[in-house]
């Protein structure tokens, strides 16, 4: 596993290289540290770290809440501030944006290493709850969107034969012979599926407007023959038109 990429922003070098010798004891990787606004950009844009501690006062017009603020805007990582200066204002202005740990100087080891645990772990659950929301929010009356290969692929419902589960992934059969897979449960995606779609089994769901036979255990799907689950067949049956 890689090891997290920190960059340290702190205009007191002595301070800077302390941090940076303690992250590298606790198993990080510390970026060389940036003393001010302009550095702390140019380290971000070159170096890309995973994470940043970011002094608040800082030489020069521009302060380690600037940089926070422009990280919020155009790179997306998490940060923590630090600073010796606990006032009320301080905090006041540190709060506008946000951020998710606030470490005062002198600090040890220990709250350093707490502080930048606990806010990577926040944030990835954050992302990957957002990511579940953006997924189950692609999807349409007649259609889904399913990630794939970096970017959201379009089926529509009618090209769907049948959905497989197989373990935490789900498989979807298509019309053309295509097969894609997705990291969901079985329940999540039948819960997006129009009602042209039927559990006929604990791993199979199908599309009704493809069945083109019904056996005493089974059902053919175009030329793929699905098991029918006992508990299945029931609901099966009574929606289809038998005779």
Do not use: W
């Not at 002094?55 to 790179?75: H, M, P, V």
Request: glycine share 2%; proline share 2%; hydrophobic share 40%.
């Amino acid at each position: 596993m890689n090891k997290l990429k920190i960059l340290v922003v702190e205009d007191e070098m002595i301070i800077a290289d302390n941090i940076c010798d303690a992250l590298d004891d606790l198993g990080y990787e510390s970026l060389e540290p940036a003393i001010s606004y302009t550095e702390a950009i140019i380290r971000i844009e070159e170096e890309k770290p995973d994470f940043a501690i970011l002094d608040i006062q800082l030489s020069g017009r521009k302060t380690g809440i600037d940089i926070a603020k422009k990280i919020r805007e155009s790179f997306n990582f998490p940060f923590i501030f630090l600073t010796s200066n606990a006032d009320s204002l301080t905090l006041d202005l540190a709060k506008e944006v946000l951020p998710p740990a606030y470490l005062i100087k002198p600090f040890s080891k220990e709250e350093l290493y707490t502080s930048i645990e606990i806010v990577m772990s926040n944030f990835l659950l954050n992302n990957k709850s957002n990511q579940e929301k953006l997924e189950d929010s692609q999807i349409t009356n007649d259609s889904i969107f399913i990630k794939n290969k970096g970017s959201f692929l379009k089926i529509n419902f009618r090209d769907i034969l049948y959905l497989k589960s197989s373990h935490v992934y789900v498989e979807l059969f298509l019309k053309n012979d295509e097969k894609f897979l997705v990291r969901r449960s079985l329940n999540s995606i039948l819960k997006n599926l129009d009602t042209n779609f039927i559990r006929v089994h604990r791993s199979f769901v199908v599309n009704i407007k493809h069945i083109t036979e019904i056996k005493n255990s089974s059902v053919m799907v175009f030329k793929n023959e699905i098991s029918i689950g006992k508990t299945f067949k029931q609901d099966l049956v009574s929606r289809l038109k038998l005779m």
